[in-house]
């Protein structure tokens, strides 16, 4: 119950287009949903984030979808720039508690 | 940049011999954390501190250790390390506990032969 599953494990896109990587979780408790982007011999840093009181948060770019009754939650990045080229990791906690569980990452590779 | 550094950035070991990583940061925070980043694995969490000499155990603490004995200092130890240990380790902190962020140091890359 722990568990955020995230797809696809790799997405290629060309310059301008959209990128849309999928999360979906089983603990009902969640409620809180992170997005982190990491850059090759970097840490993760925080992309955008939502809680499930609203369905969609946008932030230039960045837009999360959140849909509730199925548990799912993703990430488009609209406009997608070969500098948006990095590993993007999902997760999810329970408030801002301790034990944050973050999916498998998606690699995303934004063609010139 | 959140004052965090992570030493040492690499390292490589033979099985059985003890490790310690070390994450220090400047900004006095009271939550901090050690992860492990393994391909399809995303980041699990391996103990977390909420104060000095405050600890708890994460996902994946078998065969690891931890101590704080100052707000700047979070120290992980492989007391013997394994081969299943070779991975990539962040730390990370956090600002407070109103606050979802995790701030997370540049790595550190452990080899284990």
């Known amino acids: 119950q722990q568990q955020v599953k995230q797809s696809p494990q790799s997405l290629i896109v060309q310059k301008g287009g959209i990128s849309i990587i999928n999360c979906a979780y089983e603990n009902t408790a969640f409620d809180y949903f992170p997005w982190y982007q990491q850059f090759p011999g970097k840490g993760p840093a925080l992309l955008i984030a939502i809680r499930p009181d609203v369905s969609e948060k946008k932030e230039g770019r960045f837009t999360i979808s959140f849909n509730k009754s199925a548990k799912q939650f993703s990430l488009h990045i609209m406009d997608s720039q070969p500098g948006d080229s990095a590993t993007y990791f999902c997760?999810?906690?329970?408030?801002?508690?301790?034990?944050?569980?973050f999916g498998p990452g998606t690699r995303l590779s934004v063609l010139p | 940049d959140a004052g965090i550094t992570q030493s040492p950035r690499h390292k490589v070991t033979e099985t059985g011999t003890p490790v310690t990583l070390r994450c220090h940061q400047t900004e006095n925070h009271r939550y901090m954390y050690w992860y492990r980043q393994d391909p399809g694995h995303g980041l699990r969490l391996i103990h977390y501190?909420?104060?000095?000499?405050?600890?708890d155990k994460g996902e994946v603490s078998d065969g690891y250790s931890v101590s704080r004995s100052k707000t700047e200092d979070f120290l992980l130890t492989l007391e013997s390390a394994t081969s299943s240990q070779t991975s990539v380790y962040f730390c990370a902190i956090k600002q407070g506990a109103n606050t979802g962020e995790l701030f997370f140091g540049e790595g550190s890359r452990l080899t284990v032969l």
């Open positions: 997760a999810a906690s329970i408030g801002y508690g301790q034990n944050f569980v």
């Open positions: 501190s909420y104060g000095v000499k405050d600890t």
